[in-house]
């Protein structure tokens, strides 16, 4: 069945299964949060009526706070066995229940959910259906998080909505190559949309920095999972002391790392000049990245192979108007083309970090400078807004083309 194009003014039913993305505040899961919000925002402030579905907001409250539930699931094979269970059955119904709720639309985005493809409903409807994914999730969710056990079940269901959906939305370059080679679907279908910023929640006009040193400090906001290598940062930082360089570290979030490393810094000697805040609410993230000097995105490689996530982080100290210390990937290199400020490394590489924060430490002078070039750079270019606005027009080449090839094969 063709679909229809969809056009900007119209009707949008956004659409997601996996039970722990929310949009309420006490979220666990800040950066799903966060991207949710930003495209559903940025929809309805280019004219859509957004209607949503998000199974993490039906949820009992306690499925979606904190550690506590994805710390069960890593401890018991069982328990991940039995969850997998569930979403498989409830991925079924609730795409349904989306599709009596919502009904008729122009167009349907969906965050993908390990084993669900709630679009699907609708696109039977002949509704154009695109999906969004933010990893190779089959792989990130048994290797990198653990929290799932039938792979082989997420592989097969997983791939089978990638090549069934109408249009696939990317996070990255990085991951859209994966997933081409992987699954084999064809390049035309995909769209890659790195993550943006709400402009206006992270504004440094609005808010009193919280600052907890008066030293030079780097700082870090989100999941503090291993890939993250905040431990990497922190040997630096005893080593740079040695040499008379003293950052004071600050990270805001929570994850299964977090005690290893404030062990880790107690042990270096670095107690003094490092503070772990732990998980603070969304609106008060802003002020705590307006008391950085600098902000930190040390990811390394996954489970693939390769580094496909869109650091959210770093378009967050931009948008604050915070330069960036930051592992050579491509959100990175894009920002400092587009002239925004910020110092990147080796990923991995203790000795290339140390480098660069030598230099950014000779230039402390010129941070407040640096970054206000950055919030406008990001302002410009790197909005909700602008990532969707450019999405619009992506959708709807693709389903000129996929309509016209139907059309002619028709014939």
């Excluded at 107690?271 to 603070?280: E, K, L």
């Excluded at 210390?325 to 110092?343: E, F, K, N, T």
Aim: glycine share 10%; proline share 5%.
């Amino acid at each position: 069945m063709p679909v229809r194009m969809a056009m900007p003014g119209k009707r949008l039913a956004y659409l997601s299964g996996a039970p722990r993305v929310s949009t309420r505040p006490e979220a666990g899961a800040a950066g799903p949060r966060t991207h949710v919000l930003g495209v559903m925002n940025a929809f309805q402030r280019l004219g859509w009526d957004v209607r949503s579905y998000i199974v993490g907001d039906r949820v009992p409250l306690e499925w979606i706070k904190g550690e506590q539930s994805v710390e069960a699931l890593r401890g018991s094979w069982f328990r991940r066995v039995a969850a997998d269970a569930v979403r498989l059955g409830m991925g079924w119904l609730n795409g349904w229940r989306a599709w009596r709720e919502i009904g008729p639309v122009d167009l349907v985005y969906e965050r993908y959910g390990a084993f669900q493809a709630l679009g699907r409903w609708f696109q039977r409807k002949g509704i154009p259906w695109i999906l969004e994914t933010n990893a190779v999730l089959y792989r990130e969710a048994t290797q990198d998080r653990a929290t799932v056990a039938l792979e082989g079940v997420l592989r097969r269901t997983e791939r089978w909505a990638y090549r069934r959906c109408d249009v696939l939305v990317c996070i990255s370059r990085a991951l859209a190559k994966l997933i081409v080679h992987e699954v084999g679907i064809p390049e035309e279908k995909i769209v890659v949309l790195p993550n943006g910023v709400d402009v206006s929640h992270l504004d440094p006009a609005r808010v009193a920095p919280r600052r907890f040193f008066e030293g030079p400090t780097i700082g870090f906001v989100g999941q503090m999972e291993s890939w993250q290598r905040l431990d990497l940062l922190l040997e630096v930082l005893a080593g740079l002391q040695q040499e008379g360089i003293y950052y004071a570290f600050v990270a805001v979030g929570d994850g299964t790392m977090r005690k290893a490393w404030e062990k880790q810094a107690i042990a270096l000697g670095l107690g003094a000049q490092v503070r772990f805040v732990g998980r603070v609410a969304w609106e008060e993230v802003p002020a705590y990245i307006a008391g950085f000097d600098l902000g930190y995105a040390g990811a390394v490689p996954l489970a693939a192979g390769k580094m496909y996530l869109s650091p959210l982080k770093l378009y967050e100290y931009a948008a604050m108007g915070r330069p960036f210390v930051a592992s050579a990937y491509d959100d990175a290199r894009q920002l400092i083309a587009d002239g925004a400020a910020g110092y990147l490394f080796e990923p991995g590489n203790p000795e290339d970090l140390k480098r660069v924060l030598r230099v950014a430490y000779d230039e402390r002078s010129g941070w407040t400078v640096m970054g206000r070039r950055s919030r406008e750079v990001v302002k410009q270019k790197h909005s909700w807004e602008a990532r969707v606005q450019k999405l619009i027009s992506q959708v709807e080449a693709i389903l000129a083309s996929q309509n016209e090839a139907t059309d002619h094969t028709r014939r």
